[in-house]
């Protein structure tokens, strides 16, 4: 592939010394915890995945959670490949080190696309350096290889509006495919893909005739994209929807997610200091708001009763329905996080105390980091088809946050997406401020932005530190 079409050079990057360094930092970053802190025992959505595995390989199938929901199939079918083929499902956790580890090389060449090797070579850095997601390889959760599958799906889609080449567009359509088996959440992310792939780079974006004409140009790139995510999606919800009680394209639990963020209690969250941390604790609290629809039907209907149970409730309550979306923000803007809740649960013997607070420290900086200057810079130098593909995620995901409930752990993947912005700003702070001065719209949205971000970010902040609140 020409450096001069589509911008990379695989072994230009071979030779990037930075590049090393970031994936050498950061495979030490993912492996170190696995050998000083291995952890067996599984924590609540893990114990559910486990479980749904073991049965797997009883012969039942995908089977429900305790709670009647139904979860996209790729991880606990994962889980129990690597259980018969290693002889435990920690061993995935391997598996998730290395897609890691491609991750951020994916990211570098992202990185290189948007706007040169300075920014490759910090989004490289602050990929691997991220200690939350560096920590998550160590985990049973689907963080990881969702990640993975977002960032090779994204990378395949910059590559196919910079080449109109349909090669690159099938790929990226089947392995967003797989980001759909895998989070059921990424069900409705192809249209942003296709208009990544559609952009007018040569054109005005604001010229609708010019979004056809790019479209026209790049109709086999647009083709192969739907085939590669339906040829990859398809055979499961088929499957799927002959199978659990009726539709559906992936899993079955958005039903689940809607009763837990519009019932009579408070919409639940699990991170630290703020959430239901304890199934007794958990089950107290599911008792004050109304009953769940029966988890004997069918997964499908279940998820649809229990959707139709939450419009009946916002209709009857629609001013806490509107005054709880601030809440389920500040939830997912937490700049605490999921290893924040880890480290204050003792899961970490050994390490000093000092060493604790500097990583809560660290995680609340880094986070804050990603949350101004990446989004100083996506106001300020956003433009063409990685916008597309970032903001647009970041806006759906925290759409569907503030109608549901929040969590630190939904943010992850938003947090890889976002890192190419935070780079952006700090390979050229004064580009993006001279971009915001340049442009009175993006200097405004930015302005409108940066308060509530900030203001979100503080609600919970003290929850990660017990001396404020015990």
Known sequence: MEQGISGLDWRRWAQDRWLWI?????LVLRVAPLLLWPQSECIRDECIYRAIANAIIEGEGLTTSSKGWLPAPGYPFLLAWTKQIFGTMQSVKV???ILSMISVVMLYAIGHLVSGRRTARISALLLALNPTIAWFTNT???ETIYIF????AGLGILIAQRTSRWMPALW???MLGFAVLFRGIATYLP???LLAVCWPEQGNPLDLNDWVSSGRKRWRSLAAFGVGLVLTVSPWSIYGSQTYGGFMVSDATVGHVLFLGNNDFPPLTFDYGNGMLTQPLFARYLKTGRRPCKRSEPPVQSSKCEVQQALRWIQTHPGRFIGRIPMRLAQIFNPNSFLTRHVRWGYLPGLPWFLKEALCVLIVTWTTALYVGGTLAAWGRARGPWAYVAVGT??????ITAIMYGMTRFRLPLEALWTVYLALFLANPRATFDALRDSPARLTGALITIPPVLALMLWYLPTGFPMFWR
């Open 22 to 26: 970031a994936l050498g930092l950061g």
């Open 95 to 97: 598996m998730q080190v």
């Open 140 to 142: 049973l959760w689907i």
């Open 149 to 152: 599958f977002l960032l090779a």
């Open 172 to 174: 990226s359509g089947v």
């Open 191 to 193: 249209p942003l893909y």
């Open 394 to 399: 970041t806006i759906y995901t925290l759409a």
